[in-house]
C-alpha cells in the first residue's frame, strides 16, 4: 500500500549522503531495518530506500540516500526534490529482528548506507534489553571507506555509551577502509590505532579492513545481522557459514 508523503527538510549529512526527511500521516507502523519503495510523480521510476528513523519517531520518517545513478537516488540529490514536495512510499523488506533474537547475543555489521537498517535494529535491542532491565549482548562493526562518511556516528557512539558500562563485554567497532588515520571524534575516543581499545568506552577505530578479524572474535551462538554493499554481504556470509554459523543465524538482504 502507498502512502502520500511530502517532503519537510532535506540536508546533506556527508559528501555522498542526502538526508531526506518527510511527513507520512497515514503510516501506523514499520519494523526496524524494513526500506521503502519510493516514487515521485510524475516519474515512472521506483526507488528503494532503507529508513533510517525509528518506528517512535511517525508521523515523521528519515530517509538516508547514497548518491548514485540509478533515477531515484539521482532525484534526490537533485533540486527538483525539495522542501514541500509531494512524493509516495510503501514500506516493504522482512529482514528483522525479532525479540527471541533479542535473547542471544547480537552481532551488528554495517558498511557504507547499509548504516541506516543496521542502526534501527540496534536502538531496536537496545530498547527491549532497558525496558526489561538486562544487559545487552553486543558486537557492533562500522564500516566506512572515510570519515566524512560517518553518518549517524554521533547517535551510534551515544547509545553505546549509555547502554554499556565499563564491567561489560559489548564491544564497538568503526574501521576506515580507504584512508589510514582519523581524525578527531566528537563524544568518542579517537584512535588510529590500539591504544584506547581498553577504555571504558571499548569503542574502537581502527583503518584497513577488519570484517574478517571482527567476526572471528564473535560468540558462534549469535545472530548476526549484515548490511552494506553486496561484496561485503556475500564475504560476512560465506565466512560464517565456513566456519561453523548455521545460515538461519544470519539477516541479512541482497536488494541493490
Known sequence: MFHAAKITRKHLASPTVMILELAVPTL????????VDFV?????????????????????????????????????????????????????????????????????????????PVLGNYRAFLAYHEKNGTLPNSM??????TQDEFIFGNELMNLFHCQHDATHKSRMVCTLTKSSKWTHIENGNSTSGAEDNESKSRVEFRVGRYLHEFLNATPKE??????GPAAMNDDAASYLEANGVPSASIRYEKWW
Do not use: M
Open 28 to 35: 501506523a507502523s514499520f519494523d526496524p531495518g524494513q526500506w
Open 40 to 116: 515521485a510523480p510524475p516519474h515512472d521510476w521506483i526507488g528503494g530506500f532503507s529508513i533510517a528513523s525509528p518506528p517512535s519517531d511517525l508521523p515523521h520518517l528519515i530517509l538516508a540516500v547514497k548518491r548514485s545513478r540509478a533515477p531515484a537516488s539521482s532525484w534526490v540529490h537533485s533540486g527538483e526534490a525539495k522542501e514541500g514536495t509531494d512524493v509516495r512510499i510503501q514500506v516493504g523488506g522482512n529482514c528483522t529482528l525479532s525479540e527471541k533474537d533479542y535473547h542471544h547475543p547480537v552481532v551488528f555489521c554495517a558498511g557504507g548506507i547499509g548504516i541506516s
Open 140 to 145: 557492533f562493526l562500522y564500516s566506512i571507506a
Open 222 to 227: 549469535s545472530i548476526f545481522y549484515i548490511c
